[in-house]
């Protein structure tokens, strides 16, 4: 049995032959955009090309430049039969002495912006003859003269590789009825765009089938990009629908490329954002020192109208109690052959400075009996402090009188802050230091390496368990 494609497939192959198909309207798009500007270089390397697109864009030879270089082409046949000095071959050359005074009088170039080819055409005569006229140049040209005394095949083979080819790139395009230049290209784009027309509609029926609550402005909406395809005008951002294509074909792999495009412009908005809510959070800050709700705050927090509690609790009190619970219990103990050492250190150095003690150093023993009561008194010293701060802690009346001391403390602390004077150098030195953090340090955060921070992002999105996959990460379990 023949194996039959599955539907993926089968859509693939139809996205891959739509962009395909895009792709070459896109190449002829471009092609007949630069076919006016780069005609010079299809004229000199690809003449085939023009007999063929000269047509389509409405351009014909123009008739005083063709026949200027016809009539050099007929002396040419004269002089290979009569010779240069023949009556019927000094005919020839004098109405080319006519035709090119006409020639850089009328300026035929102008029409079709060709004017930069005929001076350059121009100037390499003057620079043949050394004559600073044009028409003087081209006169004494096209003299028997000149031609017998430089040698005649010598000058024309000059004209036809210096002179031929600029004044061949004049032409003249014609003008349609609507008064612009003709160019009927739209009839080599016409069959494109019925073709993503067609296609476009038939893609907005299917979606409308699958999600029926999309109108026919939603459903085409969904691959909005199409809609280059169907302009006339603008075509080269067709260039967008293309690129889509061949990237959801798997023609062109552009995940890179939008990676760093989505890297960019990430980049950019963190760093405005990073700014913005930097400095916001800063002015609040400010705001609210100048108002006096700091100090307000730490008096009582009850005294503020606006201030919102949500759990009944004093939470300077609670982070303070709980701050000195792990002095206590957790710092002390690991502390304490520190704090023994410090006192031993200073109660031998009081020792020596006795003058009694001094004098019994000398003694013998007197050494070894100074080291243990140092260690004695240093131990005795701080086993007594911790067992007092520890009794004071876990005796309900002495958690009350340090939760007076706490509270009257924070009182103190806001009465006194509360001086006018005390107030104003604190809030003024607040707002100083919070300005001076906007502008040394709100910049610095700005210009962080902010793809440093998406790379680190990125790798923490790759190390993540693959969920959409059906791969989970394995879970180590304490034991």
């Given at each position: 049995?023949?194996?039959?494609?599955?539907?993926?497939?089968?859509?693939?192959?139809?996205?891959?032959?739509?962009?395909?198909?895009?792709?070459?309207?896109?190449?002829?798009?471009?092609?007949?955009?630069?076919?006016?500007?780069?005609?010079?270089?299809?004229?000199?390397?690809?003449?085939?090309?023009?007999?063929?697109?000269?047509p389509?864009?409405g351009?014909?030879?123009?008739?005083?430049?063709?026949?200027?270089?016809?009539?050099?082409?007929?002396?040419?046949?004269?002089?290979?039969?009569t010779?240069l000095?023949?009556?019927?071959?000094?005919?020839?050359?004098e109405?080319?002495?006519?035709?090119?005074?006409?020639?850089?009088?009328?300026?035929?170039?102008?029409?079709?912006?060709?004017?930069?080819?005929?001076?350059?055409a121009?100037?390499?005569?003057?620079?043949?003859?050394?004559?600073?006229?044009?028409?003087?140049?081209?006169s004494?040209?096209w003299?028997?003269?000149?031609?017998?005394q430089?040698?005649?095949?010598?000058e024309i083979n000059?004209?036809?590789?210096?002179?031929?080819?600029?004044?061949?790139?004049?032409y003249?395009?014609?003008?349609g009825?609507?008064?612009?230049?003709?160019d009927?290209?739209?009839?080599?784009?016409?069959?494109?765009?019925?073709?993503?027309g067609?296609?476009?509609l038939a893609?907005?029926?299917?979606?409308?089938?699958?999600?029926?609550?999309?109108t026919?402005?939603?459903?085409?909406l969904?691959?909005?990009y199409?809609?280059?395809?169907?302009?006339?005008?603008?075509?080269?951002?067709?260039?967008?629908?293309?690129?889509?294509r061949?990237?959801?074909?798997?023609?062109?792999?552009?995940?890179?490329?939008?990676?760093?495009i989505?890297?960019?412009?990430?980049?950019?908005f963190?760093?405005?954002?990073?700014?913005?809510?930097?400095?916001?959070?800063i002015?609040?800050?400010?705001?609210?020192?100048?108002?006096?709700?700091?100090?307000s705050?730490?008096s009582?927090?009850e005294?503020l109208r606006?201030?919102?509690?949500?759990n009944?609790?004093?939470?300077?009190?609670?982070?303070?109690?709980?701050?000195v619970?792990?002095?206590?219990?957790q710092?002390?103990?690991?502390?304490?052959?520190e704090?023994?050492?410090?006192?031993?250190?200073?109660?031998t150095?009081?020792?020596n400075?006795?003058?009694?003690?001094?004098?019994?150093?000398?003694?013998?023993?007197?050494?070894?009996?100074q080291?243990?009561?140092?260690?004695?008194?240093?131990?005795?010293i701080?086993?007594?402090?911790?067992?007092?701060?520890?009794?004071?802690?876990e005796?309900?009346?002495?958690?009350?009188?340090?939760?007076?001391?706490?509270?009257?403390?924070?009182?103190?602390?806001?009465?006194?802050m509360?001086q006018k004077?005390?107030?104003?150098?604190i809030?003024?030195?607040?707002?100083?230091?919070?300005e001076?953090?906007?502008?040394?340090?709100?910049?610095?955060?700005?210009?962080?390496?902010?793809?440093?921070?998406?790379?680190?992002?990125r790798?923490?999105?790759?190390?993540?368990?693959?969920?959409?996959?059906?791969?989970v990460?394995p879970?180590?379990?304490?034991?």
């Amino acid at each position: 049995m023949p194996n039959r494609k599955s539907p993926k497939q089968q859509n693939l192959v139809f996205e891959r032959l739509m962009a395909m198909i895009a792709t070459v309207n896109l190449c002829l798009v471009l092609f007949d955009l630069s076919y006016v500007p780069w005609r010079d270089f299809y004229l000199r390397n690809f003449p085939q090309i023009t007999q063929i697109y000269d047509p389509i864009k409405g351009i014909e030879n123009h008739r005083e430049t063709t026949n200027y270089l016809n009539r050099v082409d007929a002396l040419q046949e004269q002089v290979s039969q009569t010779g240069l000095t023949s009556p019927e071959a000094k005919a020839k050359l004098e109405e080319l002495d006519r035709l090119s005074n006409e020639m850089v009088d009328s300026n035929p170039f102008a029409a079709v912006n060709k004017s930069g080819n005929f001076e350059k055409a121009k100037n390499r005569m003057r620079d043949r003859i050394g004559i600073e006229s044009a028409k003087q140049s081209f006169s004494t040209f096209w003299s028997p003269e000149y031609l017998s005394q430089q040698g005649w095949n010598q000058e024309i083979n000059f004209f036809n590789r210096q002179i031929r080819p600029l004044i061949a790139t004049n032409y003249f395009r014609r003008i349609g009825e609507n008064g612009e230049l003709q160019d009927d290209f739209w009839r080599i784009d016409l069959p494109f765009i019925l073709l993503f027309g067609i296609e476009l509609l038939a893609r907005s029926f299917y979606l409308r089938r699958r999600h029926p609550s999309f109108t026919w402005v939603n459903a085409i909406l969904w691959r909005w990009y199409d809609i280059f395809l169907l302009l006339p005008f603008v075509q080269w951002l067709r260039i967008i629908p293309v690129i889509i294509r061949l990237n959801q074909s798997r023609l062109l792999n552009l995940q890179p490329l939008q990676q760093q495009i989505n890297q960019t412009i990430l980049a950019n908005f963190a760093e405005e954002l990073t700014e913005i809510v930097v400095v916001r959070v800063i002015n609040q800050i400010q705001g609210s020192v100048r108002r006096g709700d700091l100090t307000s705050w730490l008096s009582s927090k009850e005294n503020l109208r606006s201030y919102i509690d949500i759990n009944n609790i004093n939470e300077v009190e609670a982070i303070a109690g709980i701050f000195v619970q792990t002095i206590v219990y957790q710092v002390l103990p690991k502390i304490q052959p520190e704090i023994v050492a410090i006192l031993r250190h200073n109660i031998t150095v009081g020792l020596n400075q006795t003058p009694i003690y001094r004098n019994l150093h000398h003694l013998p023993g007197m050494g070894d009996m100074q080291t243990q009561l140092s260690e004695q008194l240093a131990t005795q010293i701080t086993n007594n402090l911790y067992s007092a701060v520890t009794a004071a802690m876990e005796d309900p009346q002495g958690a009350q009188l340090s939760s007076q001391l706490a509270q009257r403390f924070t009182a103190a602390l806001g009465e006194e802050m509360q001086q006018k004077h005390v107030l104003e150098e604190i809030q003024s030195l607040l707002a100083d230091f919070l300005e001076e953090v906007k502008l040394n340090y709100v910049q610095r955060l700005s210009q962080e390496d902010i793809d440093q921070i998406l790379e680190q992002t990125r790798k923490l999105r790759t190390q993540a368990p693959l969920v959409d996959q059906g791969t989970v990460l394995p879970v180590k379990r304490e034991s």
